[in-house]
């Protein structure tokens, strides 16, 4: 890893929301996991919901603050997306399926800093 690779990160105004979008994508995909294989109540199913809200949230500022400072590319736009359109639709087919689609999510995020960087 390149030694000024964070503090690249922390001072772009935009890449800190994708930042963000990582750790509570991290945070949602483990709570789906457990309610798909332990325990699905009514309060875990609102805490994934609200935490989908908060990084469709995380990207929607990303977008912002990108067309501020710099200029959206079309995998920008791609990327979010597909976490607005594919993800909550693919809740409607299996489970597995949801969660795999959700992991493709998690390697598309690290892409956009990738890119940026």
Same mark, same amino acid.
């Given at each position: 890893? #390149? %030694?000024?690779?964070?503090?690249?990160?922390?001072?772009?105004?935009?890449? !800190?929301?994708?930042?963000?979008?990582?750790?509570?994508? =991290?945070?949602?995909?483990?709570?789906?996991? &457990?309610?798909? &294989?332990?325990?699905? +109540?009514?309060?875990?199913?609102?805490?994934?919901?609200?935490?989908?809200?908060?990084?469709? &949230?995380?990207?929607?500022?990303?977008?912002?603050?990108?067309? +501020?400072? /710099? #200029?959206? +590319?079309?995998? /920008?736009?791609?990327?979010?997306?597909?976490?607005?359109? =594919?993800? %909550? &639709?693919?809740?409607?087919? /299996?489970?597995? !399926?949801?969660?795999?689609?959700?992991?493709?999510?998690?390697?598309?995020? %690290?892409?956009?800093? !990738?890119?940026?960087?």
């Amino acid at each position: 890893m #390149e %030694p000024t690779l964070i503090p690249k990160i922390t001072s772009s105004p935009s890449l !800190v929301w994708v930042v963000a979008a990582i750790g509570f994508y =991290i945070i949602n995909i483990f709570l789906g996991l &457990f309610m798909a &294989f332990r325990k699905r +109540t009514a309060q875990s199913l609102k805490i994934h919901r609200l935490l989908f809200y908060t990084i469709a &949230f995380c990207l929607g500022y990303y977008l912002l603050m990108n067309q +501020t400072h /710099d #200029e959206n +590319t079309l995998l /920008d736009y791609l990327v979010c997306l597909y976490f607005i359109t =594919i993800v %909550p &639709f693919s809740k409607r087919w /299996d489970i597995l !399926v949801h969660a795999f689609i959700a992991a493709m999510g998690l390697i598309l995020l %690290p892409l956009l800093i !990738v890119l940026r960087i």
